[in-house]
Nanobody
């Protein structure tokens, strides 16, 4: 299986910046998507940014586009999320995310989560 280890994050004031990093290990050879999701208290988990191998193709959720930047290596074993212009509503537990294989043998993997708090 794939194992995801997150680092970074922490606390910041509104308008500040934080950077999250994730490293994939285990069965990484067939990873085709790496990214980040988040879940705020009382809210649903949402995917905020992903990189899809091949082109590569990058996607952002509407809530973070223009403020967050995702980057990763071509080998699809590491991904980072630079978070700028942070808002209080960005407060959440952030999870590294990976997909491996392709339909019908496609699997989703989530990291353990890292807390991000944005407040004045």
């Amino acid at each position: 299986q794939v194992f995801l280890a997150e680092s970074g994050g922490g606390s910041a004031q509104p308008g500040g910046s934080l950077r999250l990093s994730c490293a994939a290990s285990g069965r990484t050879v067939d990873i085709n998507v790496l990214g980040w999701g988040r879940q705020a208290p009382g809210k649903r988990r949402e995917l905020v940014a992903t990189i899809t191998s091949g082109d590569p193709r990058i996607n952002y959720s509407d809530s973070v586009k223009g403020r967050f930047t995702i980057s990763g290596d071509q080998d699809m074993r590491a991904v980072s999320l630079q978070m700028n212009s942070l808002k209080p509503e960005d407060t959440a537990v952030y999870y590294c995310y990976a997909e491996r294989g392709r339909p019908p043998l496609r699997f989703e993997v989530w990291g353990q989560g890292i807390e991000v708090t944005v407040s004045s």
